[in-house]
């Protein structure tokens, strides 16, 4: 099913291409994305590690019109941004994705997908989905290759329902680009299995490991914590690999300079490589940060919540993520299992959910022809979605 693509960036993250290279092949796409603007809003926050935000007026209702990029270069966090511009424009549905679909009952279909594995929130729990019909649109499974009718509510961001009914909130998790399409799964696997193992945590509190800073060497994670040391904000990182056993690391950020609740801020990454996973949540940090101080994006309400709140009580709220451990981990001890291979990076990544009885591993191609550039939807159902959606409480969390 997928290529063997090397990856020839190793820099700061794993991509078949240099960043610089990924801009020149996609810059001139970003009008036609209805991406009107890229600007860097790195200057914005005293820290310097670099932040670019891109603007899109004509996001469909629903979706948020600003989105931001990070990195631990100029060009990562340019790269990032126009990337997930151009995924949040391929992710609207579109009148061929309506023309595309189907409109059924479960019963009507053959192969497809049960909404409820997709886990539901409790005022659509109990519709009867045996009578009731609902859009769908196709998908293909990476374990048998056949091809399975999915809930295109899974799908599509912002979700319309056309002659049917909306199963539970949209959202992007799952939704991922990529220089070619085997970059675009692995990266959209590795976003779901992040939701799902940080998502176990907030509802469990159990699967967590501090990392002992000292122990890191990787010299670029070092240049990035040192900036935010040099500016009194302190950082803990911490290991929320749950039973799939690709790591997920947590950074947390504590401005003991500004005291300022809505700068209480978290980054989440995942990947094979623990030091890139590290990376990513650190840059995902910095993103935080400059987002709330910019205020621009539609989505920041909880920083008028937490302003409210007050400095201390977010700390005490937030425990979990703020207050040191007695006991810490090297990073080490965890084992790094990326590889120098696209393909070979998700077969690793496929066969370590299968062996946690994930039997269904399905994506939707949604690059627009006008673009080109390569999006994908990923949907692994039974993975837990709560720090996306609230409402919607699986039972995975519940064997830790």
Request: hydrophobic share 35%.
């Amino acid at each position: 099913m997928f290529s063997d693509i090397p990856i020839n960036y190793f820099s700061c993250t794993h991509r078949s291409i240099d960043p610089l290279k990924t801009i020149a092949n996609y810059e001139h796409k970003l009008k036609i994305a209805g991406i009107t603007r890229i600007t860097e809003i790195t200057h914005l926050d005293r820290v310097g590690i670099p932040v670019f935000s891109a603007i899109r007026p004509t996001a469909q209702d629903g979706g948020v019109s600003i989105y931001a990029g990070k990195g631990a270069t100029r060009n990562q966090a340019k790269a990032s941004a126009m990337m997930e511009g151009f995924e949040r424009y391929s992710a609207e549905k579109q009148p061929i994705d309506d023309k595309n679909s189907i409109i059924a009952t479960v019963n009507e279909l053959e192969n497809s997908i049960h909404p409820e594995s997709l886990i539901l929130p409790n005022e659509t729990k109990n519709l009867d989905f045996d009578s009731k019909k609902i859009q769908w649109t196709t998908a293909i499974d990476i374990t048998d290759k056949e091809e399975y009718y999915v809930p295109s509510n899974a799908i599509f961001h912002p979700y319309v329902p056309t002659d049917s009914v909306a199963i539970f909130k949209g959202n992007s998790n799952g939704l991922a680009s990529g220089n070619v399409l085997e970059e675009s799964v692995l990266h959209g696997m590795l976003e779901v299995i992040e939701r799902d193992a940080w998502s176990i945590f907030e509802l469990s509190k159990k699967n967590k490991k501090q990392i002992e800073i000292a122990s890191i060497k990787n010299p670029i994670i070092n240049s990035i914590l040192e900036k935010f040391r040099e500016e009194s904000i302190e950082i803990k990182l911490l290991d929320l690999t749950a039973d799939v056993k690709i790591p997920t690391m947590l950074a947390s950020a504590d401005d003991t300079r500004l005291k300022d609740p809505a700068l209480l801020t978290i980054g989440v990454g995942t990947h094979l490589n623990p030091e890139i996973a590290i990376m990513r949540a650190l840059t995902e940090v910095a993103q935080s940060r400059a987002t709330q101080i910019h205020g621009t994006r539609e989505d920041t309400s909880r920083a008028v919540f937490m302003r409210k709140a007050g400095y201390e009580r977010m700390k005490k709220i937030n425990k979990e993520y703020f207050i040191e451990e007695e006991d810490k981990i090297n990073l080490t001890d965890i084992e790094d299992n990326s590889t120098n291979s696209l393909k070979h990076d998700i077969e690793i990544t496929v066969n370590e959910l299968r062996n946690n009885s994930f039997d269904k591993i399905l994506f939707t191609n949604l690059t627009r022809e006008e673009i080109g550039v390569n999006v994908i939807r990923m949907i692994i159902p039974g993975t837990e979605t709560y720090t996306v959606d609230s409402e919607r409480i699986g039972n995975r969390w519940m064997k830790f």
